[in-house]
């Protein structure tokens, strides 16, 4: 893989924000920051098993 294009794809994706930061931030204006946990919980144990599953096969 090119150098140029990894560091593209690194400096894109960082900034830009997923559904997730999207919905995290639409919950905490609605619901409040405490009821909003739960939804960042999940979302990081979501990230963490689909990592730990493509680390795996």
Known sequence: MP???????????SFTPGP??????????KFGLK??????WGVSAGFFYHHAAVQLF
């Open 3 to 13: 150098v140029t294009s990894f560091l593209l794809y690194v400096f894109v994706t």
């Open 20 to 29: 997730n930061n999207i919905m995290a931030m639409l919950f905490a204006n």
């Open 35 to 40: 009821r909003t946990l739960g939804f960042c």
